[in-house]
């Protein structure tokens, strides 16, 4: 890396740290903007995983009124997609628990929201 760099990731850094040490006026602005990201995200997961296996099921089922090579692309899809939601749905669950279990009691993502 050139020393350019070098000193642009440090100043980064540097600021990244700052920025984590200084203290909201507004108390908890962090904590209500972080809850409704979270908030957000949960929302939207549910409606991708929802989505997917719908589409899932009706790839497939297009897929075998047409011919044997459309047919397996429509099987790979629809398996694809339904892989996909089965992937969203470990992450709805698994994450708050697993970052509840990196964080131990300092870290309540059940109930912080």
Same mark, same amino acid.
């Given at each position: ?11 980064a ?7 984590a040490?200084?203290?909201f006026?507004?108390g ?6 972080v809850?409704?990201?979270a908030? =957000? %995200?949960?929302a +939207?997961? @549910?409606s991708v995983?929802?989505a997917?296996?719908?589409?899932a099921a009706?790839?497939?089922? /297009? ?14 899809w629809a =398996? %694809?997609?339904? +892989?996909? @939601? ?8 698994l994450?708050?628990q697993i970052?509840? /279990? ?9 109930g912080?929201?």
């Open positions: 890396m050139s020393n350019t760099a070098i000193r642009f990731a440090l100043l850094m540097f600021i990244g740290i700052l920025a040490q200084s203290d006026s507004d908890n602005s962090l904590k209500e903007g809850c409704m990201l908030d =957000t %995200a949960k +939207i997961m @549910a995983i929802f997917l296996i719908i589409m009706v790839v497939y089922a /297009a897929g075998q009124v047409f011919g044997a090579e459309t047919r397996s692309r429509a099987t790979v =398996t %694809a997609m339904i +892989i996909g @939601a089965v992937i969203g749905i470990l992450i709805f669950v994450v708050p970052m509840q /279990a990196f964080g131990g009691s300092q870290l309540d993502v059940q912080a929201c």
